[in-house]
């Protein structure tokens, strides 16, 4: 008997917990996700939108959906912002209806003129989707008045069997309530800087400014060939990618109208030509004569050869393109890898001041020093020193170093040289020649230039041997150090 009864009490429980589970939890959850749908102005998901239509009244904008790619085709033929879209769309998927109808669906169609008392007679904003053609058909959204607190917009779907008039929350009418401005590409060019393989940067009156990157590291072509400041270089493509305008000045401009705004071929006063990819693709960008209107002080018009239209440029992104060459250019004055370096010396007036070797186990040995060990930490300071100067300016270039005239700096004699032997014998020096007034020319085995870079910084790599040696004290012979444990 106590085992039947038991197990009834074990089956009541198991259904127990199964109402529990089933409708409870379960059921509770698809319960909640049942009503916030019924809270939902209109249910969509976003990636099935091909078409989204906004009647502003004034302006009707229609965007559409071609080969994954948004665009605007209406009032103009241009590209969208695809993130203003998406989040658009987005938007309109989460906004919600607020509280009980304002007026029912039956007083509505009893009255159709109580529509104006919400603004909705003629909304303001009305609002369509298109999904794909087998999608169901949803209603047009017309936005009306705001509610007297200012807090809710009034909104009904419009061709709907349940025209009621409802409310959402002001501040999501005014995430809707978006111009063609504000839904368009406004890039300044379309390109990812990471991708730019090569420039020309073609300024009025100036010698053309060429790079190319490769292995993610740009040297300048021209107007100098020598390396280039990668992190200025990619600033600069970083800026020009992420800016957008903030004014369009001409949707389809004649060929007067670029004439008068410097936009024509070789009569901009910048031009920037791009090649993007594996496969070189061109993208160019001309900067023409400022901007004339109220607060486009600074602001330049420009044009995208790949679109039609004239827009404003800020100064930010002026000034960078109009980066100088020597600002272009890479300021290492000096490169070594301290861990490859096998032999360091100074030499002034012929003579070594001081010479150390460096052993595999990073060890200094100077040489012919007898009596005298080396300072580790002050030959490896040196040598962390040399890599890190940096040019203040540029004095000369030349193709070789045969090709420079080093007496007016100093450097047909030089004043001291920093010798620099690495573990496969190759040799660099760093040669010294006039100081004064702050600064002091250099000149480096790597490259045909003479460099400018700070005298303060020139005289703390001026070590002498006492800089650089300790001597050993003597040992009197008088204890065995063996002996002394």
Known sequence: MRLKTNVVISVLFIALLGFVYFYEIK???????????????????????????????????????????????????????????????????????????????????????ILAEYGLEEPRLRVHIRLPEDGAPLDTLRFGDDTPTDRF???????????????????????????????????????????VRRLRLQRAGEPAIEATREGGSWTLEAPVSRRADDGTLNGMLR???????????????????????????????????LWIGDDRVEKRLRLGVEGSGDGQQGSVQALDSSRPHVFLIDSTVVTKLHTSVADLRDKKVFRVDAD??????????????????????????????????????RLNSLLTDLNGLEAIRFAADAGSQDDLILAPYGLDTPQWTISITRTDGRMTRLHVGNRGDGEAFVLSDAVASVTVIDDDTVESLHLSFEDVATQVPESDGSADPATEL
């Open 27 to 113: 059921g509770g959850e698809e319960r909640r996700v049942e009503a916030e749908r019924e809270r939902q102005l209109l249910d969509f998901s976003d990636h099935e939108v091909q078409k989204l239509t906004i009647d502003r009244g004034d302006t009707l904008l229609v965007l559409e959906r071609q080969d994954d790619t948004w665009r605007l085709t209406s009032p103009v033929q241009t590209g969208a912002d695809a993130e203003a879209v998406e989040r658009y769309l987005r938007t309109l998927g989460e906004t919600e209806v607020e509280g009980d109808p304002v007026r029912d669906s039956t007083a509505v169609a009893a009255d159709p003129t």
């Open 153 to 195: 917009t009034y909104v009904q779907r419009g061709g709907s069997a349940n025209p009621e008039i409802l409310r959402v929350r002001a501040w999501r009418f005014d995430n809707l309530h978006k111009t063609a401005f504000d839904l368009r590409d406004r890039r300044l060019l379309a390109f990812e800087a990471d991708e």
């Open 239 to 273: 800026s020009l990618q992420d800016g957008k305008t903030d004014h369009i000045l001409l949707e389809t401009p004649s060929p007067q109208d670029l004439e008068l705004a410097g936009l024509t071929a070789g009569g901009s006063t910048v031009e920037l030509t």
């Open 340 to 377: 490859s370096v096998a032999e360091v010396a100074l030499l002034e007036g012929g003579d070594a001041v001081f010479a150390a070797h460096r052993d595999t186990s990073g060890n200094w040995t100077l040489a012919d020093a007898p009596g005298h060990e080396a300072k580790v930490w």
